[in-house]
């Protein structure tokens, strides 16, 4: 739940409140009346969430801190107040030590100071089985050097207190709806990680809930069978306990199929805020090659997290490390997307092609 408080935190100080966190799930803010009003509650404001006894419900949370939002996600542009030069690093060992290329080389071409532009894209979730978690996730994407940052919170934790509003910047809008793309397809499966623990535990339920009706229902056909019994020479009663115990089974299925619906996993996101900054980077140029093919990339170093970013997949947007590069325009890829072919085992690239030759020639 630490990004949560994380949220709340962050909207709770831009409405004005004086805030302070205790731990990694809790905070504690001094409102305004008129913050305490619309949030329903009081001008000392303690907040714990999570699955210890005497948490508070994220949900009911989650939907006071909405009121404080506007009905449409926004885009923030920002600026660091006081930008400050890269020191420079040593590029070569960075490389060494961080670009993990499995199947190509690299060349160092050279190494110098840029910006690059940030973009912050929130995603709130729900996850629901017969209980319900909710939470923000966020995902971070370098659109200069299309890298994915993997600890977006650690970045934004280092530059926050520097950033204000740049009203003279304008997102692109052309390049919004692409990485809204990108950006939510890194983070449906990091949400959907999120929900392993809830369904175990809903499954867990389901199959204990589903072996006492089936239980009780077989104790039923049990009672149904030695009736039939006992009317064998009785052609009616027979029958009519027959058509009993078809009507007790259908109310079988129909139990458990109720009790799967009650225990089914929904998982929904939706769209929240965008953030942008532009940051300032380290940027090492250099050209990647796999057997003939080659390609001029810049990777960035980023100063806030002291760590080389991986690029995106450019066929899936996963962390591309370790990087796999394909045969003919050395895309970059995770390992999946560079994975054989079920039927053929045919390697291929996902970015090059949807599906393998050996399918769409059939």
């Not at 926004?74 to 960075?94: E, F, G, K, M, S």
């Not at 993997?150 to 997102?171: K, M």
């Amino acid at each position: 739940m630490a990004e949560l408080i994380d949220w709340a935190r962050d909207l709770l100080v831009s409405r004005g409140a004086l805030v302070e966190t205790e731990d990694a799930g809790s905070l504690r803010a001094m409102l305004s009346p008129e913050l305490a009003g619309v949030l329903q509650a009081s001008d000392w404001l303690s907040l714990r969430f999570g699955t210890e006894a005497g948490s508070d419900d994220s949900g009911d949370w989650l939907e006071r801190f909405g009121r404080l939002l506007p009905p449409d996600a926004r885009v923030c542009c920002t600026r660091l107040r006081h930008p400050q030069p890269v020191r420079p690093v040593d590029a070569a060992a960075v490389l060494e030590r961080e670009l993990v290329i499995q199947n190509g080389i690299y060349r160092q071409l050279e190494d110098y100071q840029a910006t690059a532009r940030y973009y912050f894209f929130t995603f709130p979730y729900t996850i629901e089985s017969d209980e319900t978690s909710q939470g923000v996730w966020t995902v971070c994407l370098n659109a200069t050097a299309n890298s994915l940052v993997e600890q977006p919170e650690s970045l934004l934790d280092a530059v926050r207190d520097e950033l204000e509003e740049d009203r003279d910047f304008a997102a692109e809008r052309a390049e919004l709806p692409r990485l809204f793309r990108i950006a939510l397809r890194a983070a449906q499966p990091e949400i959907r990680q999120l929900a392993i623990g809830m369904e175990h535990s809903a499954n867990r339920r389901m199959a204990r809930d589903a072996a006492r009706i089936n239980t009780y229902y077989q104790d039923l056909l049990r009672q149904i069978e030695k009736r039939i019994a006992r009317h064998k020479g009785d052609p009616a009663a027979a029958g009519k306990e027959r058509s009993r115990a078809a009507a007790t089974e259908l109310d079988r299925v129909a139990k458990l199929d109720d009790l799967a619906a009650k225990y089914a996993l929904k998982i929904r996101i939706d769209p929240g805020d965008v953030l942008t900054a532009p940051l300032p980077v380290r940027e090492i140029s250099v050209r990647v090659i796999r057997k003939k093919a080659e390609r001029v990339t810049k990777l960035h170093w980023n100063a806030a997290l002291g760590k080389l970013e991986s690029p995106w997949c450019e066929s899936c947007s996963a962390p591309a490390r370790p990087l796999f590069l394909c045969d003919d325009k050395v895309h970059f890829l995770c390992k999946n997307c560079l994975a054989p072919c079920d039927k053929c085992q045919r390697q291929f690239c996902r970015a090059c092609q949807r599906k393998c030759k050996c399918e769409s020639s059939r």
